[in-house]
Structure formats: structure tokens, C-alpha cells
């Protein structure tokens, strides 16, 4: 069956590091991936979405890359800052709508 | 409207009852879908709708939950005789289309079955 795997160990790092999570799946070829970011009590919201003919995306200091062959997805932050803490999901879809997530990994920034 | 509005934001129920959650979509988005999260899980998949039809109802866990749009915009979950293993919260999220878009979620609403 499908599997998606995020880092379940929360990830601290200091303020104006870059931050790195990963997104691992299996038994799926999905058209494209997309990252949400989750804060307590609230729903997700959506931050990219890459496709699987693209190797990488960027959006202001969030960079995201798909590497369709080791079937991994890694979401980087760079220059993060404490309002960055919280939980980021990854999520697959193929032509149906239907997105398939991850159980999201937690990340804490220290000021 | 603005955003995706459900209600209620918290629903208590007894193990056995009926329960109906509401979602009110994003105005023009075709596409609305149910997802529901454990604590310290990611969204599962229950169903979407494509306009008023569902499209997929793969995830819906078993036969005590049902939902409908019946005009294309807002819809129900409804979920019968209602188990404490229903608990969780329930999230709605809608797109203007299917596909490589992105979704907007509403807050979710947290069901407690005591």
C-alpha cells in the first residue's frame, strides 16, 4: 500500500539556520507533491506544490526538490526565524484530486 | 466567502448518536473535500466532491458516515450511531479546480464522542 514518511521526530534548530525535512514514500507514483504548514488548532495551509518533471521550486526562503528515483521530497528554510516553528506536511497527488499526506514533522526554531 | 468555514468548532456527543458537521466552501471552488486527523497524525482521506456529485469516496471508514453538496457549494458529513474511536478532528478544504492545485482548509471542527 501507500506509504509517506516524515522525519516523527520533532526538529529543533537555532534562528537563522536553515532547516531541512524530509518526505519519503513508497509504492506511489504521484504528478506532484505539496508542502502545507499546520500551526495548533488550525487547518493546514498550503505552501508549494512541485510537479514530477521538476527537480526543484522556490518561493521567497522556502525551496522544495522532487527526486522522483530516490522518491523523496526535501523542503528547506532558510534564514528561519522563531514564527517558522510549527508542523509541516507533505502531501502527494496524482490525476484524481485526491492528495494522500504525510504525519508531518514538527519544527521548533529557538530564538 | 473569504475562507472555508466549518461549523461547529466543537461537538460533544454521546457514544450512539447522530452527529452532522457543516462546511461552507470558498465561493466558485468546484472541488471540496473531507480529510480527519488524529492527534500527532496527518489528514486522512474520507471523500471529495467534484460539483455536487461525489467523485471519490474511497476513504470513508464504513457505512455510519455519509456526506452530501447538494447545490455544489456547501456540504455535510453526516455519521451515524457515532463510536469513541470517531473522535478526531474533521477538516474541510476546497480548490477551484482538481489537480495540481493547492487546497484551503478551514479550521476543522474536533469531535469528542464520549
Known amino acids: 500500500s501507500q506509504k509517506i514518511e516524515q522525519n516523527s521526530e520533532a526538529l529543533n534548530i537555532q534562528e537563522g539556520k536553515t532547516a531541512t525535512l524530509t518526505c519519503n514514500y513508497t509504492?506511489?507514483?504521484?504528478?506532484?507533491l505539496q508542502w502545507y504548514r499546520q500551526d495548533p488548532g488550525r487547518g493546514p495551509v498550503f505552501l508549494l506544490l512541485?510537479?514530477?518533471?521538476?527537480k526543484e521550486k522556490r518561493k521567497e526562503r522556502l525551496k522544495v526538490t522532487f527526486d522522483t528515483t530516490l522518491k523523496q521530497s526535501l523542503f528547506h528554510i532558510t534564514a528561519s526565524q522563531p514564527a517558522d516553528s510549527a508542523t509541516y506536511l507533505c502531501?502527494?497527488?496524482?490525476?484524481?484530486?485526491?492528495?494522500?499526506f504525510g504525519q508531518g514533522t514538527t519544527l521548533q526554531v529557538k530564538p | 466567502g473569504a475562507g472555508v468555514s466549518q461549523t461547529p468548532s466543537n461537538k460533544v456527543t454521546e457514544k450512539g448518536k447522530y452527529v452532522e458537521l457543516r462546511c461552507d466552501p470558498i465561493?466558485?471552488?468546484?472541488?471540496l473535500y473531507w480529510y480527519r486527523q488524529s492527534l500527532g497524525q496527518g489528514p486522512e482521506f474520507l471523500i471529495y466532491?467534484?460539483?455536487?456529485?461525489?467523485?471519490?469516496d474511497s476513504g470513508l471508514p464504513n457505512d455510519r458516515f455519509f456526506a452530501v453538496r447538494p447545490e455544489g457549494s456547501v456540504s455535510t458529513l453526516k455519521i451515524q450511531r457515532t463510536e469513541r474511536g470517531d473522535s478526531a478532528v474533521y477538516l474541510c478544504?476546497?480548490?477551484?479546480?482538481?489537480?495540481?492545485?493547492?487546497?484551503?482548509f478551514g479550521s476543522g471542527t474536533r469531535l469528542t464522542v464520549v
Open positions: 465561493s466558485g471552488h468546484t472541488a
Open positions: 478544504a476546497s480548490s477551484s479546480g482538481t489537480g495540481d492545485i493547492g487546497y484551503t
Open positions: 502531501a502527494l497527488g496524482g490525476n484524481t484530486g485526491k492528495l494522500i
Open positions: 509504492n506511489y507514483s504521484p504528478a506532484y
Open positions: 512541485i510537479r514530477e518533471n521538476e
Open positions: 466532491f467534484q460539483g455536487t456529485g461525489a467523485a471519490d
